[in-house]
């Protein structure tokens, strides 16, 4: 049975920095690619990040660049968010997901992806 648990979330304020973590059991992902989503309240749930599991191949929205940054520990199997400078619009659940193959570019769509986690609620006062 394949689980995605993510941990890291918490409240902070704005200008500072928390890093999440998602660990995968249950299979590897070597051809696939781990993700980061987020949903604030009342909002739909938008692409945050991404990371190909073999060739370590980055893609991230506008809003975060330079800012968040995804990583992966192949040892561990486990994948990364460093989120720094902080804004309170970054508040939201964070999701961790997986796609077990991928073809060349990196999804960045929901339904595209196999394996969600239960997800981590990030907080940042202003």
């Known amino acids: 049975q394949v689980q995605l648990v993510e941990s890291g979330g918490g409240l902070v304020q704005a200008g500072g920095s928390l890093r999440l973590s998602c660990a995968a059991s249950?299979?590897?992902?070597?051809?696939?690619?781990m993700a980061w989503f987020r949903q604030a309240p009342g909002k739909e749930r938008e692409f945050v990040a991404a990371i190909s599991w073999s060739s370590g191949i980055k893609a991230n929205v506008n809003s975060v660049k330079g800012r968040f940054t995804i990583s992966r520990d192949n040892a561990k199997n486990t994948v990364y968010l460093q989120m720094s400078s902080l804004k309170p619009e970054d508040t939201a659940v964070y999701y961790c997901?997986?796609?077990?193959?991928?073809?060349?570019?990196?999804?960045?769509?929901?339904?595209?992806?196999?394996?969600w986690g239960q997800g981590t609620q990030v907080t940042v006062s202003s």
């Open positions: 249950g299979r590897t992902f070597s051809g696939g690619a």
């Open positions: 997901a997986a796609k077990t193959q991928i073809r060349g570019r990196i999804p960045t769509m929901t339904n595209e992806y196999d394996y």
